[in-house]
């Protein structure tokens, strides 16, 4: 199965230099739980999470109107239309995200595809499960996983 078989189209962007306040307002708004970060020229750059901005931004009660860019994770990992789900599952799980931007041939931002679209459209459970598994247990600490008493 290719990308472009179980990618989403609509993926939502911002600018850089647009306030982390905004980036979260469209998170809230179109419903979703990452933003590609785009240069001045409009090409992919980063992506922030509503983790990044839990994490990076408000746990650390930083201000709103800086720009996203500053709180984006760099590099953008990303695939093709054309990439065998096999081989972005295995570089989902190698760079430890949970969504891979979709990248045409000329640089332009074709799709999305995260776990949750590997599990409802491909139908099968058990590898996003496992991918989800895998990529939690390289985020977090080791401490995480050991017996609390």
Known sequence: MKLREIMTAGVVTAGEEDEIRHVASLMRDRKVG??????????????ITDRDVAVRV????LDLGQPAGAHASRP??????????????ALMVQHRVRRLP???????LAGI????????RTGNLEVAQQMTAEVIAGALPDFYFHERG
């Open 34 to 47: 990452s933003v590609v970060i785009v240069d001045p020229e409009g090409s992919p750059a980063a992506m």
């Open 113 to 120: 595809v995260t776990l949750d679209d590997i599990a409802v």
């Open 76 to 89: 953008l990992i990303s695939g093709e239309p054309e990439m065998e789900l096999q081989e972005a599952a």
């Open 102 to 108: 979709v990248l045409a041939g000329d640089g332009e």
């Open 58 to 61: 408000a746990a650390d009660d």
